[in-house]
DNA sequence: AAGAGGAGCAACCGCTTCAAA
DNA sequence: CTTTGAAGCGGTTGCTCCTCT
C-alpha cells in the first residue's frame, strides 16, 4: 500500500552536499545529461538518494541560476504571478527562469509574503491589490500538486489569466521601469547585478519551457558549460572561502557547498581550476558538449548579461502584447516557447 | 562581549502524476 | 487495462548566520 522510499533509508547521506558530491553529480550529468535520476547514485557511487541528486541539480548546479538579489521586476511578476497561480512555484518558476521554484518559495515566504501580510498598505496586499486587480480568485483551490506535462497543460489552460497578471504587473511595473527605456531597466537592475554582484544575468529561457525537455529547466547548449563551471567555481571559491578562511557562513566542517549566492559576477573565469581544502581540482575536465542533452532555447552567458532584465522583461511584454497580433491562446505556449533572449 | 531571538536558506518528506511494462 | 517505477511538486523542517538587547 505505502510505496517505499525511493531509496534506502540506511546507507543513504543526507544533509548538506559537499564540493566532492557536487563535482560527481555535476560530472556525471555532464556526461549523461539530467534524467535518469534513479540511476545517478549507483553509477556516480554518490550515497544519496535520486530525488536528492534530482533536487541538487536543478537548484544549485544547473547552469543559468541566478541566486540572491531578486529584482524589483521579480518580485513584483512573483507577486502577481502567486495571485493568480496560487503556490505552483514550478509553473511560476517558469516565469523566472533563472529562478528555482525553491528559491521563489523561499524568496515568498521569507519576504514577500510577510511583506505582504504586514504592509497592507504599504504594498500589493496578498489578497490586496496583487489579487484585486488581476485576479479576485487565488488559484490555489486547484490541486496542489503538478508533474511535468500536468502543470504544462494546466499552464496552458492558464495562460490567458496569467497573460492578464503579467501584464497587470508590467503595467505597474511601469511606473518603475518604462517598458523601452534600457537606461531605467539598467538601474533597476543594477541594483541585484552591477552593485551587489549578484549572479550575472545568464538569460531568461523561454516562459513555460521548463517543462520540455524533462529535467533541464535551463539549457544553454555551449554556454552551458561555461555557466556550469561558473558555478562550481563560485561553489569552490566560496567554500573554500568558509571554511579556510574560518570566517564565513557556515564555517563548520558540515557547511554545505553553497554555490556564491552573490559572488560571482567578476570572477566568472576563474573557472577553469580552482582549489579547495588544499586539493586543486580541475572544473573544466568534463567534456563541453555534456548539455547537449538539453534541450532548451539556446541563450548564452554574455547575451543574457548584456540583456540584463531588460530584455528579460522586454520579451515577457512582447508575449504579452502579442495578443493585440492576435495570437491565439492555444498557441501561446508555443509562442513563449520561441523566445530567445 | 555574550546571549537570545529572528531570518534565511538548503534539504528532506510525502503525495501526485505520468509513462512504460 | 492494470500495475509498477520514476519523476516532479509543494510543504515543512532543521541548521546556520545575523542582529538586537
Known amino acids: 500500500m505505502v510505496r517505499p522510499p525511493c531509496c534506502d533509508k540506511d546507507g543513504v547521506k543526507k544533509g548538506p552536499w559537499t564540493p566532492e558530491e557536487d563535482l560527481v553529480l555535476v560530472s556525471y550529468v555532464q556526461e549523461h545529461g539530467p534524467g535518469n535520476w534513479r540511476a545517478v547514485p549507483t553509477r556516480t557511487g554518490l550515497m544519496r538518494c535520486s530525488k536528492s541528486c534530482r533536487l541538487r541539480w536543478t537548484n544549485y548546479l544547473r547552469p543559468g541560476i541566478k541566486r540572491g538579489n531578486f529584482t524589483d521586476q521579480e518580485e513584483k511578476l512573483i507577486v502577481h504571478l502567486q495571485a493568480l497561480l496560487g503556490n505552483r512555484w514550478a509553473a511560476i518558476a517558469s516565469y523566472l527562469p533563472e529562478r528555482t521554484d525553491n528559491d521563489i518559495k523561499n524568496y515568498w515566504n521569507t519576504h514577500l509574503k510577510r511583506k505582504l501580510q504586514g504592509g497592507g498598505a504599504g504594498g500589493d496586499g496578498d489578497g490586496g491589490a496583487a489579487g484585486d486587480a488581476v485576479s479576485p480568485k487565488p488559484a490555489a483551490q486547484r490541486p496542489a500538486s503538478s508533474s511535468k506535462g500536468q502543470w504544462e497543460r494546466r499552464l496552458q489552460t492558464d495562460i490567458d489569466m496569467a497573460r492578464r497578471a503579467l501584464r497587470e504587473a508590467l503595467t505597474s511595473l511601469d511606473d518603475v521601469k518604462p517598458p523601452h527605456q534600457p537606461d531605467a531597466a539598467n538601474a533597476a537592475a543594477g541594483g541585484g547585478g552591477a552593485t551587489t554582484g549578484a549572479a550575472a544575468s545568464a538569460g531568461a529561457d523561454s516562459p513555460a519551457a521548463s517543462s520540455t525537455s524533462g529535467a533541464s529547466q535551463c539549457s544553454p547548449s555551449s554556454a552551458g558549460y ?17 571554511k579556510g578562511g574560518g570566517g564565513g557562513r557556515r564555517a563548520a566542517g558540515s557547511g554545505p557547498a553553497t554555490p556564491g549566492a552573490t559572488e560571482s559576477a567578476s570572477g566568472s573565469s576563474e573557472a577553469s581550476e580552482v582549489s579547495y581544502g588544499g586539493t586543486a581540482l580541475s ?24 540583456a540584463g532584465d531588460e530584455t528579460q522583461l522586454s520579451a515577457i511584454e512582447s508575449w504579452l502584447f502579442a495578443d493585440a497580433d492576435g495570437i491565439e491562446s492555444g498557441s501561446l505556449l508555443d509562442a513563449a516557447m520561441d523566445y530567445t533572449f
Open 226 to 242: 561555461v555557466l556550469t563551471t561558473e558555478n562550481i567555481s563560485r561553489m569552490l571559491d566560496g567554500w573554500a572561502r568558509k
Open 283 to 306: 572544473a573544466a575536465a568534463a567534456p563541453a558538449s555534456a548539455f547537449e542533452y538539453e534541450t532548451k532555447p539556446t541563450v548564452t552567458a554574455a547575451a543574457a548579461a548584456d
